[in-house]
């Protein structure tokens, strides 16, 4: 069965940039997973951050921007800041209306 | 604004059934899916199904067909999950997410979550 794929865990200076990817276990992702990216803290539901691969949601702030690189989607943030600590998960669509999540990177900001 | 709310925290015992449910508001209700999430303590994030309360089609993951029932009542815009008979696995942190978008591929807004223990 096919696996979508995250960094584990990642760190960032304050003021750096840095780039999640989300990847399949077994070939290439496209725009055609459209791709999906979700914010996590502790004890707190997920919020929704970019959809179909670029598109920021309401209200998310311009410096995390999505995008594919490669043969994975990706997630940038720019100039983090000490509350991007969290953990991130994509989402690939998988077909028949069946999306899967991946595993979770846990960002560090220090 | 968009808001789904959900029931409270469960506690239950193995092989007992449960039903939770999430009730969405400020937007037609008939009209989006609706998907539920789970996240077993200290762990990820997984995509468990869908419905479309239109017309109740539903579709779920794999790994979870069969093991928990996905339903909506339109008259009260509320989505259930429910379990004929639990185990401890599946004690967890569950959400429900509305999906978005024309593509109805990314959840948009989320349900603030429902615990559910399971413990003898």
């Known amino acids: 069965q096919t696996v979508v794929t995250q960094e584990p865990s990642f760190s960032v200076s304050p003021g750096g940039t840095v780039t999640l990817t989300c990847g399949l276990s077994?070939?290439?992702?496209?725009?055609?997973?459209?791709p999906s990216w979700y914010q996590q803290t502790p004890g707190q539901a997920p919020r929704t951050l970019i959809y179909?691969?670029?598109t920021r949601s309401s209200g998310v702030p311009d410096r995390f921007s999505g995008s594919i690189l490669g043969n994975k989607a990706a997630l940038t943030i720019t100039g983090a800041q000490a509350d991007d600590e969290s953990a991130y998960y994509c989402?690939?669509?998988?077909?028949?209306?069946?999306?899967?999540f991946g595993g979770g990177t846990k960002l560090t900001v220090l | 604004e968009v808001q789904l709310v959900q029931s409270g925290a469960e506690v239950k015992k193995p092989g007992e059934s449960l039903k939770i449910s999430c009730k969405g508001s400020?937007?037609?209700?008939?009209?989006?899916?609706i998907g539920w999430v789970r996240q077993m303590p200290g762990k990820g994030l997984e995509w468990m199904g869908i419905?479309?309360?239109?017309?109740?089609?539903?579709r779920y993951s794999p790994s979870f067909q069969g093991q928990v029932t996905i339903s909506a009542d339109k008259s009260f815009s509320t989505a259930y999950l429910q379990w004929s008979s639990l185990k401890a696995s599946d004690t967890a942190m569950y959400y429900c997410?509305?999906?978005?978008?024309?593509?109805?591929?990314?959840?948009?807004?989320w349900g603030q979550g429902t615990l559910v223990t399971v413990s003898s």
């Open positions: 997410a509305r999906l978005g978008g024309s593509e109805a591929r990314h959840f948009d807004y």
């Open positions: 400020e937007y037609s209700f008939t009209s989006y899916w």
């Open positions: 419905i479309y309360p239109g017309d109740s089609d539903t």
């Open positions: 077994s070939g290439s992702v496209s725009t055609t997973y459209y």
């Open positions: 179909s691969t670029n």
């Open positions: 989402v690939l669509y998988m077909g028949s209306g069946i999306s899967m």
